[in-house]
T-cell receptor, first 114, second 113 residues
Framework: SAVISQKPSRDICQRGTSLTIQCQVD?????MFWYRQQPGQSLTLIAT?????????ESGFVIDKFPISRPNLTFSTLTVSNMSPEDSSIYLC???????????FGPGTRLTVL | LAKTTQPISMDSYEGQEVNITCSHN???????ITWYQQFPSQGPRFIIQ???TKVTNEVASLFIPADRKSSTLSLPRVSLSDTAVYYC??????????????FGRGTSLIVHP
């Protein structure tokens, strides 16, 4: 199994600022994924991050708002830029698991924007 | 992408068996059925996955009828710690072979003393 950690676990930020969330995996993985979970809602995929290439964003999410880095096979960052209160959510990273095909999720970063 | 439908919420009591049914009428031939559990302030955790008939592990059982248009997650003798949201997911292997789960609303299970 994969062990995933995220930093910070939570933060309270002012509108207009940016926050970078880190995701660290204890093993090398090809693909990492970033999700958003708004209060009381289900998870929505933001983007898929491959090492050494541009992230692939889902409909409704853009690179200028959610830039992603993937410098190596165990690490990724997601930046929430120019934040507004609507960005208040839990942000989760995940990695693939095979056999069965599923995903491991990190503990999430709870972001509150004032 | 096969859409799933499951009850929004369920209530149970400690020691009871809980069955959560998920409908997935448009399931494709190659789709697997996967269930996740999510506790408050945590990421979802894989519970069980199956393709047909019955699958059992140390946490739960998954019952899938022959037509595969529904599935039932069975939690034996629930405890207070089983209070969580349970998600049923079907398929969604994207191009390139990566499995990317698409989450629906989930079922909020509350276990009472």
């Amino acid at each position: 199994s994969a062990v995933i950690s995220q930093k910070p676990s939570r933060d309270i930020c002012q509108r207009g600022t940016s926050l970078t969330i880190q995701c660290q995996v204890d093993s090398q993985v090809t693909m990492m994924f970033w999700y958003r979970q708004q209060p009381g809602q289900s998870l929505t995929l933001i983007a898929t991050a491959n090492q050494g290439s541009e992230a692939t964003y889902e409909s409704g999410f853009v690179i200028d708002k959610f830039p992603i880095s993937r410098p190596n096979l165990t690490f990724s960052t997601l930046t929430v830029s120019n934040m507004s209160p609507e960005d208040s959510s839990i942000y989760l990273c995940s990695v693939e698991r095979q056999g069965p095909d599923t995903q491991y999720f990190g503990p999430g970063t709870r972001l509150t924007v004032l | 992408l096969a859409k799933t439908t499951q009850p929004i919420s369920m209530d149970s009591y400690e020691g009871q068996e809980v069955n959560i049914t998920c409908s997935h009428n448009n399931i494709a031939t190659n789709d697997y059925i996967t269930w996740y559990q999510q506790f408050p302030s945590q990421g979802p955790r894989f519970i069980i996955q199956g393709y047909k008939t019955k699958v059992t592990n140390e946490v739960a059982s998954l019952f899938i009828p022959a037509d595969r248009k529904s599935s039932t997650l069975s939690l034996p003798r629930v405890s207070l710690s089983d209070t969580a949201v349970y998600y049923c997911l079907v398929g969604d292997v994207r191009s390139g072979g990566s499995y990317i789960p698409t989450f629906g609303r989930g079922t909020s299970l509350i276990v009472h003393p």
